[in-house]
């Protein structure tokens, strides 16, 4: 059994930037692809990054392209997800997946990041 425990949201304004974290516990995360994904109120969740495993290849939404920065740190089994140039719009829960056998099939719990105008 895996846990993800995100962290780093928070209230921000326009343009500002965040830093989200993501711990992971009970599997080794370099061994897996890992997602951030985001889901705002009346909204279907949204891909926003993704980074292979074993390698810093990472993918990202349209909507986060040039703005927003995932990595990790193997060491610590974290991955994390930089957002520059924040925008209303960005204003979601945000939580951590990881890719296993065709799926994202563990989450965590989201953090919530606010972004006003």
């Known amino acids: 059994q895996v846990q993800l425990v995100e962290s780093g949201g928070g209230l921000v304004q326009a343009g500002g930037s965040l830093r989200l974290s993501c711990a992971a516990s009970g599997r080794t995360l370099s061994s897996y692809t890992m997602g951030w994904f985001r889901q705002a109120p009346g909204k279907e969740r949204e891909f926003v990054a993704a980074i292979k495993w074993g390698s810093p290849t990472t993918h990202y939404g349209d909507s986060v392209k040039g703005r927003f920065t995932m990595s990790r740190d193997n060491d610590k089994n974290m991955v994390y997800l930089q957002m520059n140039s924040l925008k209303p719009e960005d204003t979601a829960i945000y939580y951590c997946?990881?890719?296993?056998?065709?799926?994202?099939?563990?989450w965590g719990q989201g953090t919530q990041v606010t972004v006003s105008s």
């Open positions: 997946a990881v890719y296993n056998q065709g799926e994202y099939d563990y």
